[in-house]
């Protein structure tokens, strides 16, 4: 029962382009979406969320778009740094089960410098 | 910045033994949970905790696992007797409000080997 879908296992971009991450999820009840980065031997971080009432949210070099009609949602990453190689997990959840966030299977991000 | 401190980091424990896994939360967080990751696979929801009770739990967490925060400090996860297919990375997270839109703070994890 996959409800949140990464369907990139891994990425490479080179250092200073665009790195886009991808995720499509099928519960129509999630209305809050969340990026988590994994380091190796640490625990997801938070990166930056979204509510379903907007479109967009940004943070310095991360933005989120969400498009709630086709149930997907991206990360942009811009400019692409080499510290930013790490696995970039999606996450929902809502307002009917707010302790449960659930996750997808990840994105393994590699930036070449 | 504080932090939520899990130990130990790796526990190798036989096939039907009990295990402890210990997180000591970031102080002004009230809701606490646990989550796992079997190797290669997603993050999972296992439990959430506030007030001193459970407040939430999936299917994996049966009757074999239990939590507790006893001395107003330490979380634990207990797996009453361990299987092979309890091997995972095991995340304690927590959160200061219960709001469903604010992000969980993670620990580094405890990897669990069963043999």
């Known amino acids: 029962d996959q409800q949140v879908k990464q369907n990139s296992p891994s990425l490479s971009v080179q250092e200073g382009r665009i790195s886009i991450l991808n995720c499509d999820y099928t519960?129509?009840?999630?209305?809050?979406f969340l990026w988590y980065k994994k380091y190796p031997a640490e625990g997801p971080t938070f990166l930056i969320s979204?509510?379903?009432?907007?479109d967009k949210n940004e943070d310095g070099r991360f933005t989120v778009f969400l498009n709630k009609s086709a149930k997907h949602l991206s990360l942009h990453i811009v400019p692409s740094q080499p510290g930013d190689s790490a696995v970039y997990f999606c996450?929902?959840?809502?307002?009917?089960?707010?302790?449960?966030?659930?996750f997808g299977p990840g994105t393994s991000l590699s930036v070449i410098p | 910045e504080p932090e939520v401190t899990q130990t130990p980091s790796h526990q190798v424990t036989q096939m039907g033994q009990e295990v402890i896994l210990r997180c000591v939360p970031i102080?002004?967080?009230?809701?606490f949970y646990w989550y796992r990751q079997i190797l290669g696979q997603k993050v999972e929801f296992l439990v959430s905790?506030?007030?001193?009770?459970?407040?939430?739990k999936s299917e994996i967490f049966d009757d074999q696992f239990s939590v507790e925060r006893p001395d107003g400090s330490n979380f634990t996860l207990k797996i009453r007797s361990t299987k092979l297919e309890d091997s995972a990375m095991y995340f304690c997270?927590?959160?200061?409000?219960?709001?469903?839109?604010?992000?969980?703070?993670f620990g580094n994890g405890t990897r669990l080997t069963v043999t």
């Open positions: 102080s002004n967080h009230l809701y």
């Open positions: 519960n129509s009840m999630f209305d809050y």
């Open positions: 905790f506030y007030n001193n009770e459970i407040s939430e």
């Open positions: 997270a927590g959160k200061p409000q219960g709001s469903y839109n604010s992000p969980l703070h």
């Open positions: 979204i509510s379903s009432i907007k």
């Open positions: 996450a929902a959840n809502d307002e009917t089960s707010y302790d449960k966030v659930i």
